[in-house]
């Protein structure tokens, strides 16, 4: 358990329909994360927040649509997903804004199946 | 950002030391070596962090040679949970949360 959930942690979904992720973190973090990990490739970083304020949009296609209303809370929303985007998607949280001092906490992820 | 290049995949056994190797030779002034592990399905899970020397926690030592161009993540008597993925990260503060992750070393520990 490392403080950061994730629901649902499995999602079937047709290339039609509109569907959200949902992170939240009770570590009282300030920076969070949206992750792609496709089937047996390294993480790609997708969005970065920093005290609700998107800080990194790393060339995400529009399809993709991030939100955090709160620095607790990160949603990811879904429409029109082609196959190719089914991944484990995963939300991570850290104290602050940062790259290589600060840990990471990662959640246990979305696994996500588009048909 | 400085690349990372570590071994795609090591065997080991029960009870062995393993040593997983990590070359980073563009590395900066300002970047930290990190290294977390991934269990299939779950989400990375940070071991050890160090700018240089040696660094020793509960789970795991780190080696950072004086030249900082690899670092050397030990992890003593491995069992059968230490099979997972291992990746060596180097970052710094000022490059605004940017983690990247690369093919990271896939380690298996047989019985």
């Known amino acids: 358990e490392t403080g950061v959930t994730q629901t649902p942690r499995h999602l079937v979904m047709g290339m039609t329909n509109k569907k959200s992720l949902k992170c939240e973190q009770h570590l009282g973090h300030n920076a969070m994360y949206w992750y792609k990990q496709s089937a047996k490739k390294p993480l790609e970083l997708m969005f970065v927040?920093?005290?609700?304020?998107?800080?990194e949009n790393n060339s995400v296609p529009s399809r993709f649509s991030p939100e955090c209303p709160n620095s607790s809370h990160l949603f990811l929303h879904l429409h029109t997903l082609q196959p190719e985007d089914s991944a484990l998607y995963l939300c991570a949280s850290s104290p602050a804004r940062g790259g290589g001092e600060n840990e990471q906490f990662f959640g246990p992820g979305t696994r996500l199946t588009v048909l | 950002l400085a690349k990372t290049t570590q071994p795609i995949s090591m065997d080991s056994y029960e009870g062995q030391e393993v040593n997983i190797t990590c070359s980073h030779n563009n590395i900066a002034t300002n970047d930290y070596i990190t290294w977390y592990q991934q269990f299939p399905s779950q989400g990375p899970r940070f071991i050890i962090q160090g700018y240089k020397t040696k660094v020793t926690n509960e789970v795991a030592s780190l080696f950072i040679p004086a030249d900082r161009k690899s670092s050397t993540l030990s992890l003593p008597r491995v069992s059968l949970s230490d099979t997972a993925v291992y990746y060596c990260?180097?970052?710094?503060?000022?490059?605004?949360?940017?983690?990247?992750f690369g093919q990271g070393t896939e380690l298996s520990v047989k019985p």
């Open positions: 990260l180097v970052g710094a503060y000022n490059q605004g949360g940017k983690l990247i």
């Open positions: 927040y920093n005290f609700k304020e998107q800080t």
